[in-house]
């Protein structure tokens, strides 16, 4: 992806099956600020001013077995909240996609088993959406730094033997009913 400043304007939808005959390609910028699932993921800091970009280049066209597909690069850069000590962390997500595109649930089901599959409704692909989509499977399961605390000290459990009667008792919900006599 160059980095130039005249990177085309990404389009908000597209009839995909009309780019793949015309073998369009698009490279362009978006805010982070325009996907709502993922901005709800981002570390919120009052002091980062400076708007994060999603790198974007699409290529609509036909794999090697002729199917429609769009194949490209999708990269963003965030501060996410790391899972362990709660704190920021920057995390890079960058994802290789290619994703055959598909008219019906029938055609999808068909070539689910072979191919990471795009099914398209009404002709029409919301971009953003497709964006937002890759970038959120390409994420880790968990965020985490390198090496960092977690938030609150795990509590460790004390050998059975160090663990005395009386603790024991006092911990047994019914103790205080041993010293009730029935007549």
Known sequence: MSDNSQIQRLPVEVDPFKLVEQGRQFEGRMPLSDFPRLKDLLYKSESETNEKLVKVDLEFARNETGLPVIKGQITAEMQMICNRCLDATALTVETQTEVVLVGSDAQAERLQDSFDIWLVED????????????????????????????????????PEDEYNDEQKEKDNPFAALKDIKLN
Do not use: G, N, S, Y
């Not at 919301?126 to 390409?138: G, H």
């Not at 994420?139 to 605390?149: N, R, S, T």
């Open 123 to 158: 002709q029409t692909l919301v971009l953003k959406d497709f964006i937002e989509d890759e970038l959120l499977l390409a994420m880790p399961l968990v965020i985490a730094h390198d090496e960092c605390e977690p938030a609150r000290r795990l509590i460790e459990a004390l």
